[in-house]
């Protein structure tokens, strides 16, 4: 009876790890920075870019970037996904509000942006979990470093490509052009 019980919770426990494997971008919701909750399948076809974004960052002027790639390859299913963070030397320490009008003001911001979200430790997002461990990062690491981390997923959701801070926006147009085609 016992090993029947055991032999039970096994296949359950390989169930749920099998269904985690399983997964795609697409099985997570997130929300938007007004606060309503969408799923990530809205994207579906769509070569995103996710980026963990802050205000008072040295890489604040990576805004202005993101938006050109935005504006240049919106029309050929391209995003760019941005989820302010305030987990790096509390540079992000405004209301999802204050933010919104920060991006509209400063960088003319059209690109979807989400509510304020944790990107590593016990409090991540979902989606930020999921992302960080099937794109590692340098040595294999999965936290996320510092803000600004983008994640390039192509149209059928697999996530291609990992870029550290310093990476400029500018400089991934290459990588997002070949996903387009």
């Known amino acids: 009876m016992t090993k029947k019980i055991l032999l039970l919770i096994m296949l359950f426990l390989t169930s749920i790890i099998a269904k985690e494997n ?8 997130v929300k938007t920075i007004d606060g309503e909750e969408v799923s990530m399948s809205k994207y579906k076809g769509k070569v995103l870019l996710i980026v963990n974004v802050a205000s008072k960052c040295g890489f604040t002027s990576q ?16 995003m760019v996904l941005g989820f302010p963070s305030n987990q790096f030397a509390n540079q992000e320490p405004e209301s999802n509000d204050k933010i919104k009008e920060f991006c509209s003001l400063t960088y003319e911001v059209k690109f979807d942006m989400f509510s304020k979200i944790d990107v590593n430790g016990e ?7 999921f992302l960080k461990s099937n794109q590692k990062g340098i040595l294999g690491t999965e936290n996320i470093k510092w803000n600004f981390t983008k994640f390039l997923v192509d149209k059928d959701g697999v996530i291609v490509d990992r870029y550290g801070s310093a990476t400029s926006p500018e ?4 990588d997002i052009v070949e996903l387009l085609k």
């Open 171 to 174: 400089s991934i147009e290459k």
């Open 22 to 29: 399983n997964m795609s971008i697409y099985d997570f919701n």
């Open 63 to 78: 805004y202005e970037g993101l938006e050109n790639l935005y504006e240049k390859y919106k029309n050929q299913d391209f």
């Open 123 to 129: 409090n991540e997002a979902p989606l930020y979990k």
